[in-house]
């Protein structure tokens, strides 16, 4: 069992930046990758991106180049930085963490809100 649990989220300006972190904790060596989703009101949960043991990321093209994921040396904790933020970018964002076959953990979700 790995347990996620997020923090960070809350209100930005258009333009602005904030960053989320996901802590780890359980049965972190099963975990091969860990990454962030997302899941606007009205709307289906929305892949971001994910990170590898070894580093390598991935993202979706509605966060490319806007968004970076990276993990702590230890790899127990997860950020996701997010700048350029747009309206659009409101949804709750969910960490996960995944072994090399399926998802096997999933965090409680933050809130995060882009307005002015």
């Known amino acids: 069992q790995v347990q996620l649990v997020e923090f960070g989220g809350g209100l930005a300006q258009p333009g602005g930046s904030l960053r989320l972190s996901c802590a780890a904790s359980g049965t972190i060596g099963s975990i091969y990758c860990m990454g962030w989703s997302r899941q606007a009101p009205g709307k289906e949960r929305e892949w971001l991106g994910t990170?590898?043991?070894?580093?390598?990321?991935n993202y979706g093209d509605s966060v490319q180049g806007r968004f970076f994921i990276s993990r702590s040396n230890d790899k127990n904790t997860l950020y996701l930085e997010m700048n350029s933020l747009r309206p659009e970018d409101t949804a709750i964002y969910y960490c996960f963490a995944a072994d090399y076959s399926t998802i096997i953990g999933w965090g409680q979700g933050t809130q995060v809100t882009v307005s002015s």
């Open positions: 990170i590898t043991n070894g580093g390598k990321t």
